[in-house]
Nanobody, 113 residues
Framework: QVQLVESGGGLVQAGGSLRLSCAASGIIFSFNAMGWYRQAPGKQRELVASITKWHDTNYADFVKGRFTISRDNVKKTVYLQMNSLKPEDTAVYYC???????WGQGTQVTVSS
């Protein structure tokens, strides 16, 4: 059974930082690309960043230079370091095993102005 458990969300002021974590089980983690997505109220879910099994990364334009995705294959965890947060970053953040339909339950990130 695949499980993805996100943590690290919360309330932060604009300009602040948060680090999200997503711990995976039930998959051969090192074989899979992983992604972080977000969904704001009334909007579609969108890709934030992804990382391949070779650690190649891809970022949405709206987070380039502010967010960093990384992974630890020993801990079976993918991270999203979010710096210089803006109110428009407020959303529920989800991790996903790329090319599958396995999603985590999401973690709320709220950025106050």
């Amino acid at each position: 059974q695949v499980q993805l458990v996100e943590s690290g969300g919360g309330l932060v002021q604009a300009g602040g930082s948060l680090r999200l974590s997503c711990a995976a089980s039930g998959i051969i983690f090192s074989f899979n690309a992983m992604g972080w997505y977000r969904q704001a109220p009334g909007k579609q879910r969108e890709l934030v960043a992804s990382i391949t099994k070779w650690h190649d990364t891809n970022y949405a334009d709206f987070v380039k230079g502010r967010f960093t995705i990384s992974r630890d294959n020993v801990k079976k965890t993918v991270y999203l370091q979010m710096n210089s947060l803006k109110p428009e970053d407020t959303a529920v953040y989800y991790c996903k095993v790329e090319t599958t339909d396995y999603w985590g339950q999401g973690t709320q990130v709220t950025v106050s102005s």
